[in-house]
């Protein structure tokens, strides 16, 4: 008999689509394996349906667990490495000569971290563009989280046909793994590092597949004067000429557009993942999330890799992408409480193609968050979607279910020895600062090799970046 989870007390956010939310006070939700089968007032639950396993949620919120919907995951291990430098420098002079010195352990490691802190802070889902992908998938399977995976391409590096071929292999192997728990797209890194005849041969093994794309677009204002340079066109558009958007789309960034851009995402249902914070760090930008809505675009939140953004907290992605709305055009009214929730949420969800997910409704996946709301800074209580956006923390957070599983009990993570992803990811980070700063500065005796039995990816540009 599959397992029966009632979360009973708390005050649910239920409800299918992409308007406000049903609070039920006093509310229940009913997981029946995988599978939220009631959510609403408890006195509409069939009284003779039994849980194997009860919670207590009174006093609490209870959430769709939350979607983070582009990140690089294992660049937790560089978190903190190189801060407060411009885009370009940031990346040549310091992500891709560490980068270059990544093995397929640190990235499962570095995933491991980024999860656990992904977990304890709501996050249920991620979309991680990077490399030695299938330890990442490796890290998703055993520590039970979602996630829509794939390789970064880069068309113009050394290597770029084993990357594609490592890139396939994971569609093939993990795409649909963990009772359907994985997805995996191909991802064309973005339009400066891809030409189109590279484009082209990844769509051919796209169609092939039949795979998602996941991409960076229209990131940064140079980036949209160097492709219209090359191209004569603006990034989204030249992506749409080459066929990308034939196939599922998933967009990070898509800061800089006009209005034919925001009419093609529109048309081909492009799913665009907004990263505040690092669109802020990195200095590239403001997205225009409201018009995108407007013209019926997918949107969800992300936080990007944790060496741009330096955390993945989505609590803060969602403060942040609410207030840059209203400040930007002295609107107040712009991008309300109930829109950020929705697009860490469902809007997440959708931009990832995950089917039935990130809602609190009947026949959807149980990925669920409650939050605890003894903290002083959720006193009093007024408005409580008001209350989860502007005000809640990721320490607020007490259980995770994924998949209708308990992944986080009392704050405590069930499937991740965190003291020991602690330990690993800061040797590991030590030796990656080490040899990047060697790489910058010439050889030196300090340059020790990978770890027995790693080998390092030995194309330079690996295929991360933000
Ligand atoms: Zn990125």
Known sequence: MPSRVLIEGGWVFAGEGSGPFDIVGDGVVAV??????YAGPASGLDPSWQPTRRIDARGKIVLPGLVNAHTHHAMSLLRGY??????????????????????????????LLAIAESLLAGV????DMYFFMDRVAQAVLETGVRAHLSRGLIGVAPGSDRALEEGKALVSGFHGAGDG???????????????????????????????PIHTHLAETRAEVEQIRAQYGKSPIQHFAELG?????????????????????????????????????????????????LAAGVTVGLASDGAASTNHLDLFEEMRL?????????????????WQVLRLATV??????????LGCLAPGYLADIVILDLRAPHLWPRHDLTSLVVYSAKAADVDTVLVHGKVLVDGGELLTIDLERVEHETQQRAERLARLGRAARTGPADENPPAPAGEAADPSPRGGAAQ
């Open 244 to 292: 990308v958007f034939q196939h599922e789309t998933l967009a990070a960034h898509c800061v800089h557009l006009d209005e034919a851009d925001i009419a093609l995402l529109a048309e081909h249902r492009v799913g665009v993942a907004h990263n505040p914070i690092s669109n802020c760090k990195l200095a590239s930008g403001i997205a225009p999330v409201p018009e995108l």
């Open 347 to 356: 809007g997440g969800a959708r931009a990832l193609g995950f089917d039935r």
């Open 321 to 337: 992408a609410a207030n840059l709305q209203k400040v930007s055009r002295y609107d107040a009214t712009a991008l309300p409480a």
């Open 82 to 111: 190189a801060d407060d430098v411009p885009l370009m420098p940031w990346l040549e002079e310091h992500i891709w000569p560490a980068e270059a010195h990544l093995t397929g352990d640190d990235v499962y490691w570095g995933t």
């Open 124 to 127: 249920t889902t991620f979309a």
């Open 32 to 37: 029946e394996g995988e599978r939220i089968i």
């Open 181 to 211: 728990r994985i997805r995996c797209a191909l991802a064309p890194h973005a339009p400066y590092t891809c030409p189109p005849p590279y484009v082209a041969r990844v769509l051919e093994a796209a169609a092939a597949l039949g795979c």
